[in-house]
């Protein structure tokens, strides 16, 4: 079985690394039947992270990116513009490449997929009448957000689209959710936090506070990318510096580095202003984002899927993200959201109203010059835990289960 994976985002490798585990599973309990695949190995091929997939390989899996996904690292809509030429030369190699692959998986980055999926299904069409792979998207765009029309695409290059949220369903067409080329499979984190984790981080929490009189754990994550870094990380720092007697947490992401033996390259990267000089050793560093939460007594989150997890384990915090004033005046043109933090467009749904244009939150936002060091301190003492904690549990009810061993069925059983 040749898979053709497109993974351009940390977080949807870490998604497809679940997909895999339990493609693996599936086929081995039922002897590779659903294909007709008994001895056959599993090849993966196309855009991913080859060093997280890389306990595969014990199990015969064979890795063959074509690209690691910090090739398509974009920040903005000027990065866009400079990286054009690079991204054509990538669709074009890749669509080719697809066209060898059993089945085709495209994940989350709607900007690049959409026009690779249309690609791969032309060269499909033009080819002389073998296998044609069917093409599967996974974490589909936020079409309830912006650019509603690209359902079309999608119906029209997409064979079948696997929705991770259960409100998703509308934004597509009648045929689309009736024929199944529409299915919600479930959220990929519920894969990756089992409903005790929330219980277990509750009681550790609740337990600490009454037995000890240990400091208040807080988590700083300043984002994934080194421009969210460079505008985040200088008022995470001075957040943190008003909170002596706490014990920080600085996530450093995996792109980074692996553990604390490359100081000196984290340096480059969190210490390039002279108000952040020397900040590292005033953080303990964590390289586990999960670790990092199950600790914490409260987070501060640049946006991303780390503040949904964060709720989903019930970890209080506020979201903070500042962004190229350009980038978000432009954004703002085209998106009308009044939130964008995931945690918070899930619970508009939750409570009946429309996602990220409601009334009801479970975390506080602070974006562009509303992310001041005064907002974010008082964001942190204003909270109420255990109304957070309650939502959380709301939370992980409404998103219902997880959808790895979904999509892998779907996979394996095209």
């Known amino acids: 079985m040749r898979l053709f994976l497109s993974a351009l985002e940390s977080s949807a490798n870490i998604h497809a690394k679940e997909v895999i585990r339990q493609l693996l599973c599936l086929r081995d309990s039922s002897g590779g039947k659903p294909c007709g695949l008994e001895t056959a190995p599993l090849e993966i091929v196309g855009v991913f992270d080859r060093a997280l ?5 014990a199990q015969g899996v064979l890795l063959n990116p074509l690209y690691h996904p910090r090739d398509f690292s974009i920040m903005g809509f000027s990065d866009v513009a400079v990286k054009i030429p690079f991204l054509l030369r990538a669709q074009r190699l890749l669509a080719k490449s697809a066209i ?11 900007s690049f997929h959409i026009r690779l999926s249309k690609r791969i299904r032309s060269l499909q069409e033009a ?11 996974y974490i589909l765009p936020q079409l309830w ?20 949220l259960p409100f998703e369903a509308e934004c597509y067409s009648k045929q689309a959710r009736e024929s199944g080329q529409f299915v919600y499979v479930g959220h990929p984190l519920l894969d990756e936090l089992e409903s005790s984790l929330l219980d277990s981080r509750v009681d550790s929490r609740a337990n600490a506070t009454t037995t000890s009189h240990k400091p208040a754990c807080i988590v700083f994550m300043p984002g994934s990318r080194r421009g969210e870094i460079k505008r985040i990380f200088p008022t995470f720092y001075q957040v943190a510096k008003q909170l002596p007697n706490a014990k920080k947490l600085l996530v450093i992401p995996s792109t980074f580095a692996q553990d604390s033996s490359d100081l000196a390259s984290l340096r480059t990267i969190y210490e390039i202003s002279p108000c952040t000089k020397g900040a590292l050793q005033d953080f303990t560093l964590c390289f586990d984002t999960r670790s990092a939460l199950m600790q914490a007594d409260f987070a501060f989150i640049c946006s991303g899927t780390a503040t949904l997890e964060a709720a989903l384990l019930g970890v209080p915090f506020v979201l903070a993200y500042k962004s190229a004033w350009l980038d978000y005046y432009i954004a703002r043109c085209f998106v009308h959201l009044r939130y964008i933090g995931l945690a918070n467009i899930f619970y508009n749904a939750l409570c009946g109203e429309k996602p990220g244009c409601g009334s009801s939150r479970i975390h506080q936002e602070l974006i562009q010059g509303a992310m001041s060091v005064e907002n974010l301190l008082q964001a942190y003492r204003q909270v109420r835990v255990q109304d957070f904690i309650d939502n959380a549990y709301k939370l992980r009810a409404y998103l219902k289960h997880g959808s790895a061993r979904n999509v892998a069925a779907r996979l394996l059983g095209h």
């Open 53 to 57: 997939f890389g306990e595969f390989v």
């Open 127 to 137: 080819g002389s009448g073998g296998v044609i792979a069917p093409i599967y998207y």
């Open 145 to 164: 957000a912006w650019k509603s029309y690209r359902a079309k695409s999608l119906e029209r290059y997409c064979d079948t689209l696997l929705g991770i």
């Open 100 to 110: 060898g692959a059993s089945v085709i998986m495209l994940m989350d980055s709607s």
